[in-house]
């Protein structure tokens, strides 16, 4: 019987010493600054262009080479980083769920079908769900998508990978050679960075890494106001856009807004109409006559009464975007819309081609913006509303919310800052 | 009661060393295989002739070497695809035969894994010239399954990858590689079927160029394709450059470029644009699995001539060519130093359809 509780003991304790390597807890760094990263390149490589950059990249912070320069490990590993997806959050949003198995609804041939699975791990950001020290609350903003990183000089690297399911540095040495950016840059203790990587030249190959010092932890915002700011981070525009049937948003872009509210009394089942808000009727905002810039003014806007957001005592709804039907029914909340245009040719008919406008609608759903395929759907012209409903104490509150909109060639990226979820809010 | 603790012993410690994160397989260049590459050659009849080839070059010493080496084995089959049977191999001379296997052998341990994403990624073989791996680079237009393992070398699709010896890996080949030619000029020069463009070419003041770096894609008709359109040698001697507009010859030439046919199927082109500017027009190319790759010479509009069904053009863009409609490769995929050269079925450009009117 001894030897038995013995050999019990034994390989209990064998058991135990055998187990998993459990996490070590993170030290906690000293004056830390704070870096998200994304992957704006969305142009997949054809056979004429095979020297562009695959849209699919590493982030590597601190890089150790090799003799021959080629990077082999580095204090920071951003791997699979895919292109971002349209629409992202002040803190991770994919936090806790599978990475892998992408799987996006497209409109083929007349019908919403879900496409092919995609069967590698694919992060849509840095440090997206990683396991990371991050930053928490800076001037009422949740800023949890953000990772520390020690302040002060920092070697970024970007490097081209395969798509598929090995680590970096299990890549091979000719993998690891793919760099595309390689810079060294500066963070400040307690500032919040936004790292980029953006298509300078498609044509030529050429590529930039944007870095934006975010200033709206520094800047007073009101709680009862919704702020939406563009910047245009395209590149010039790829000889494509001239000959093509792709779109490609303009040098200098007009951008008008409105905020539509529907009418109750004449909307039924089959058919919708909105008001303008009054004084929000198609105004002009601004004409953006450059590109990346890193200084990001913003455009005030009302948060309506709450009241405005429930009907009949229910909340209200979103666009059921992109399935719009009845057509351009945008669902019941208030919403924002803008129109782009081409300041270089203001006189535009956006029946015409090429096209001179391009309308984005403020009513989607940020539950499931992120699902709809963005080269076979019309979830482009759409972003989540700007008004965000959170269920805070079992009741549905709308809060306002601090808005980057980014133009990318084709697309608008909208980053989404949230405030206040620590307060019911007063609206 | 004894046997139980044992049980719930064991199952406990496979249990916990179940439970481990394992880390992912590593992509290691080391080849793993026991045998040496020579010995799987030679052991194997279907590389019976390839490894007469090396015996008949002294390469077989080579490859008994540590290595490692990547050895691209054209097997017999791809000989006789290649259109060479084991007389014809016999009476090549020795020295030519050993430039065309040493290209067949790249100094280096090359796994499938190994390569990266792209197409026409460059190794550099035995024989100092450049050889092109390309994988397919998934995306939405990505029509092979990129699940399977696929790889195209010089355009040639691979049969079997990572065949793992303990000096290297060998990669069987469905055709003999061609030996590149010394410049697209010196290839376009050496072929007689190419002598009515070469001419073309010559008068457009065009030619000359085809020896510098490039690299160039050269679409070029040959002969017969002149001779079906009736034009002739002296036809083309006729041909007044004044009269005519650039694109006529000056779009078969496309630079800096250099693809493989199969590379429309590894990166495949996108439908918002699936075309190559020239200065002067476009050429808009279709590529699908049945009916292989064809291409036409376009204008810049010609998603608005797509768009219109009625007259002058009824929908057709393809407006230079003889039947308006694409046209495809004949003799596809010869590689020199500075580019490739692929034979194409018909005149892109009709001289008459490209002619000033004053």
């Known amino acids: ?427 | 009661m004894k046997n139980s603790y044992l049980l719930i012993a064991g199952v406990l410690l496979l249990g916990m060393q179940a439970a481990c994160v394992k880390e992912p397989e590593a992509i290691s260049s080391q080849a793993t295989g026991s045998r040496p590459l020579l010995t799987i050659l030679k052991n194997n009849f279907s590389y019976s002739m390839f490894y007469t080839a090396l015996e008949r070059t002294g390469l077989d010493k080579t490859l008994e070497g540590k290595g490692p080496f990547t050895v691209l084995a054209p097997d017999n089959d791809a000989f006789t695809l290649s259109g060479i049977n084991a007389d014809s191999l016999s009476r090549i001379d020795t020295a030519t035969l050993k430039k065309i296997i040493s290209y067949h052998i790249i100094p280096a341990s090359i796994s499938y894994a190994s390569i990266p994403q792209t197409i026409d990624f460059a190794y550099k073989s035995l024989a100092g010239q450049l050889v092109y791996f390309s994988v397919p680079i998934p995306g939405p237009q990505q029509t092979q399954y990129v699940g399977n393992q696929i790889l195209h070398i010089n355009g040639v699709t691979v049969n079997k990858l990572d065949i793992a010896a303990s000096n290297g890996y060998i990669m069987d080949l469905s055709k003999v590689l061609n030996y590149p030619a010394a410049s697209v000029k010196a290839y376009l020069e050496s072929t007689p079927q190419y002598s009515y463009f070469v001419q073309a070419l010559k008068q457009f003041g065009l030619f000359n160029m085809l020896d510098k770096p490039g690299p160039f894609v050269v679409l070029a008709p040959t002969n017969n394709d002149f001779i079906q359109n009736g034009i002739d040698q002296a036809a083309i001697a006729n041909l007044d450059t004044l009269t005519y507009k650039k694109f006529l010859f000056s779009a078969d030439i496309l630079s800096p470029q250099l693809f493989f046919l199969s590379d429309f199927f590894d990166a495949p082109l996108q439908p918002t644009f699936p075309a190559y500017v020239t200065p002067d027009v476009l050429l808009l190319f279709t590529a699908d699995r049945y009916n292989g790759v064809s291409y036409g010479v376009v204008p810049y509009n010609y998603i608005a001539i797509q768009a219109n069904p009625f007259p002058p053009d009824y929908g057709d863009p393809y407006l230079y060519d003889a039947t308006y409609a694409p046209i495809g490769f004949s003799d596809p995929d010869h590689l020199a130093v500075n580019g490739v050269v692929h034979g194409t079925s018909d005149l892109p450009v009709l001289p008459d359809s490209a002619k000033i009117h004053r």
């Open chain 1, 1 to 427: 019987m001894k030897i038995y509780k013995l050999s019990f003991l034994l390989l209990s304790f064998m058991a135990f010493i055998a187990g998993c390597k459990k996490y070590a807890i993170i030290p906690s760094l000293k004056d830390p600054a704070y870096i998200r990263v994304f992957n704006d390149l969305n142009n997949p490589v054809d056979v004429f262009h095979s020297q562009q950059a695959a849209p699919f990249l590493t982030f590597l912070m601190d890089p150790k080479t090799d003799g021959a320069g080629i990077p082999n490990d580095a204090a920071v590993i951003g791997d699979a980083l895919g292109t971002r997806q349209l629409f992202s959050l002040s803190y991770p949003i994919n936090e806790a769920n599978s990475s892998t198995g992408d799987q996006l609804i497209g409109y083929v041939n007349g019908s919403y079908i879900l496409e092919p699975p995609v069967l590698y791990p694919v992060n849509h950001e840095y440090p997206g769900n990683a396991p990371v020290l991050s930053a928490s609350f800076i001037n009422g903003f949740d800023l949890s998508a953000w990772a520390q990183a020690p302040s002060g000089k920092h070697r970024i690297m970007f490097v081209v990978r395969p798509q598929n399911a090995v680590g970096f540095k299990d890549l091979s040495t000719a993998q690891r050679g793919n760099i595309l950016l390689d810079t060294t840059v500066n963070f400040e203790k307690g500032e919040v960075y936004t790292l980029e990587v953006t298509s300078r030249d498609l044509d030529n190959n050429k590529y930039g890494l944007y870095i934006r010092q975010e200033q709206f932890i520094h800047q007073s915002f009101q709680a009862d106001k919704v702020y939406v700011g563009f910047t245009n981070l395209s590149g010039k525009t790829p000889i494509a856009g001239q000959y093509g049937s792709g779109f490609f948003f303009w040098d200098k872009i007009n951008i008008n807004y409105s905020y539509n509210i529907l009418n109750d009394a004449i909307s039924n089942a089959t058919y919708f109409s909105y008001n303008p808000y009054p004084g929000y009727d198609n105004n002009y905002y601004t004409t953006l006559n450059t590109k990346m810039d890193t200084d990001i003014p913003y455009l005030t806007l009302p948060l309506l009464p709450e009241s405005s957001f429930f009907y009949q005592a229910l909340i209200r709804t979103y666009s059921p975007v992109p399935l719009s039907n009845p057509a351009n029914y945008q669902g019941s909340l208030p919403y924002f819309s803008f129109v782009l245009s081409n300041a270089d040719s203001p006189v535009s008919n956006p029946n015409t081609f090429p096209v001179e406008t391009f309308r984005l609608d403020c009513s989607a759903d940020p539950n499931t913006i992120n699902n709809y395929d963005t080269r076979n759907s019309s979830v482009t012209n759409y972003t989540p509303n700007l008004n965000l409903v959170v269920n805070t104490g079992n009741t549905y509150h709308v809060y306002g919310t601090l808005n980057i909109m980014e133009i990318v060639y084709d697309r608008v990226y909208l980053m989404q800052v949230q405030r206040g979820f620590n307060e019911i809010p007063k609206n």
